[in-house]
């Protein structure tokens, strides 16, 4: 090639990424569409052996004399590589993490930490962003794209670029700061006997400590007990899970076959955070190798369960659900409406994702805006033939071959539309009709449901509390019509200015949501303009639902002369106590079936039955 033809190849390059950069600059840091451009300079020639020792030191970070993103520059910023896998010294293109504040504070846009994956063994180099493109139909998720990384003027090639999980992250999505955030890695070398599987091994922490990193000042006694409730209790774990994003981790995890997960053989990648509602929330992390490209299921915990491209197609549905070093799995199993949950948010992905093709379309428009930069890429892992096959051809990457996404995907969908539990006829649920009612008064909800035994609406009214749960009937005496009409109704009391929520049933074989995507999105109540009152001829407690499934709500009227509310069990022990209020609720998920007795002071008691 001429030096003229040459230096025509390099403008040609260099003004694809500037126009990369003005495109980007005005859009958002992890905007899909746009690819950023992020710069490093060091002033220490070494800058790489620098990093290399670090990483296999103290893992501490080297000062950057600047960082420029997208033109914006950053003074002073630490710099060091990531990764088990993905990183090794003799590797040009290392995996990177951008700590902006490291030395002073500074952030873009909000960002501080920047996390970048150099498309270790993935032959598409899609991999991870289309599974955060996917995932975040379903769970609270990090944003990513991709970036071009130049240091000291080398270009190193295109990075996929995802939201770091940092304390911001989890206070922007969880609406409290300083909670007990716990990333689920191991600190050694992970292994089948090193796994983050929240199995209960000790009541000294110590013995937790080379497979978790507690990121926050404390948690290490917490996450003990965690490990407890899910290994020993899980009859009550929901307490302490939020156990609606459990089951959206676990469903993910196994439609798209990732491994590198909570669901394989290490049981690692994943982040755990402690809500307002003091329930641990899973985030999942880590999806460069989803979509078939980590093998290794594993198998109690000695065995790396490898398995073959046929047997990722074929994964089955009760993977770990009867071995003990999967306790989360087999708390899910266990209980036959989280199994029923499951199977319906399996069904959801498949066929919403890929079974009407739109992870195609996804992947066709990821692969559309990489395309150039991937071509121009000196330094990526596999040609640019295998990068345009990536969909169907698989390629050997060391012990193991990585499938092709569409090549795994579609023989996995005809697999699992084939198996027993997707076999079974769900529910149906139509006609959702909400009557709102002023806040401080009671709103009905009726809904039309066939092939069901249970129906129950999810509801809370603020986004940061978690969803109670009250029975729906189909009795003619909760606001449902006639008696056996399929017409499922009850009244919820407006708490607040708007209600979410969704409505959930089951039949002894399979459950069904409405809308599919629940607790994630949701309907919406708005209350009636105004503030309801309490009628002053009301002299004595009312209660609703009666019998009560997994909440009731108490009515208190204004000339009822009381200061407390009690409620006794049967053997006569006070178990809950309240000042009196027009409306008290109550959440009885965790009471025992029973009969319990309500009273206020110089009231008569009211017998109250609790149902499961």
């Not at 451009?37 to 060091?42: A, C, L, Q, T, V």
């Amino acid at each position: 090639m001429s030096f003229n033809k040459m230096r025509f190849k390099s403008l040609v390059i260099f003004a694809i990424s500037i126009l990369s950069y003005q495109f980007s600059s005005a859009q958002s840091f992890y905007n899909i569409d746009t690819i950023q451009h992020i710069e490093i300079y060091f002033s220490q020639s070494n800058w790489d052996y620098q990093l290399d020792t670090s990483r296999l030191g103290s893992d501490g970070y080297v000062m950057a004399d600047w960082v420029k993103i997208n033109a914006q520059k950053f003074d002073s910023v630490g710099v060091k590589y990531k990764g088990n896998s993905s990183y090794d010294s003799s590797y040009t293109k290392n995996p990177i993490h951008i700590e902006l504040d490291t030395y002073k504070s500074q952030s873009y846009q909000g960002y501080k930490d920047i996390k970048l994956g150099n498309g270790y063994a993935d032959p598409s180099m899609i991999r991870e962003v289309l599974s955060y493109k996917i995932l975040a139909n379903y769970m609270v998720c990090p944003q990513a794209n991709f970036t071009h990384v130049i240091v000291n003027g080398k270009n190193l090639g295109i990075y996929s670029n995802v939201e770091s999980i940092t304390k911001t992250f989890c206070t922007d999505h969880f609406n409290v700061s300083k909670n007990i955030f716990i990333k689920c890695n191991p600190i050694v070398n992970p292994g089948p006997n090193n796994k983050c599987n929240l199995k209960y091994v000790s009541a000294d922490s110590s013995k937790y400590f080379n497979n978790y990193e507690i990121k926050s000042k404390y948690g290490w006694n917490e996450l003990v007990a965690l490990s407890d409730s899910v290994t020993n209790h899980a009859s009550n774990i929901a307490s302490i899970l939020d156990m609606d994003r459990v089951i959206w981790m676990l469903a993910f995890n196994h439609v798209l076959v990732n491994l590198d997960s909570y669901s394989g053989v290490f049981c690692q990648n994943y982040y755990l955070y402690k809500d307002i509602n003091g329930r641990f929330c899973p985030i999942i992390w880590d999806l460069n190798m989803s979509l078939g490209g980590f093998p290794f299921l594993g198998s109690s915990n000695s065995s790396m369960g490898s398995l073959t491209i046929a047997n990722m197609q074929q994964l089955p549905l009760n993977i770990h659900s009867s071995d003990s070093y999967w306790p989360l799995i087999q708390a899910v199993w266990n209980n036959t409406t989280y199994k029923k949950m499951y199977i319906a948010h399996v069904k959801t992905i498949s066929k919403e994702m890929f079974e009407n093709t739109n992870y195609e379309t996804y992947a066709s428009q990821i692969h559309n805006i990489v395309d150039s930069a991937v071509k121009a890429d000196s330094n990526k892992f596999y040609s640019y033939t295998q990068f345009q096959n990536g969909m169907t051809d698989q390629v050997t990457v060391g012990s193991y071959q990585v499938p092709g996404i569409k090549t795994l995907m579609s023989n996995r969908i005809s697999f699992l539309n084939a198996s027993t539990e997707f076999l079974y006829t769900a529910p149906t649920i139509s006609n959702v009709n909400a009557i709102a009612g002023f806040k401080g008064s009671v709103s009905t909800i009726n809904v039309q449901v066939s092939n069901a035994d249970v129906v129950y609406i999810g509801f809370r009214f603020n986004q940061t509390l978690k969803f109670s749960r009250m029975m729906l009937y189909d009795d003619g005496l909760h606001q449902d019509g006639t008696a056996g009409d399929g017409v499922y109704g009850n009244q919820v009391y407006m708490q607040d200015d708007n209600m979410q929520y969704y409505i959930y049933s089951e039949n002894n074989k399979v459950g069904k949501f409405y809308p599919e995507r629940a607790e994630y999105e949701f309907l919406n109540l708005a209350a009636e303009n105004g503030i309801a009152t309490i009628e002053n001829k009301l002299t004595q407690l009312h209660v609703y639902p009666n019998p009560s499934n997994t909440c009731f709500s108490i009515q208190c009227g204004q000339s009822l002369k009381t200061d407390v509310v009690n409620i006794y069990n049967v053997q006569g022990k006070l178990i809950y106590q309240e000042n009196a209020k027009p409306f008290i609720y109550i959440n009885t998920e965790n009471w025992p079936n029973g009969v319990y007795f309500l009273e206020g002071t110089n009231q008569k008691s009211l017998k109250v039955i609790v149902a499961h």
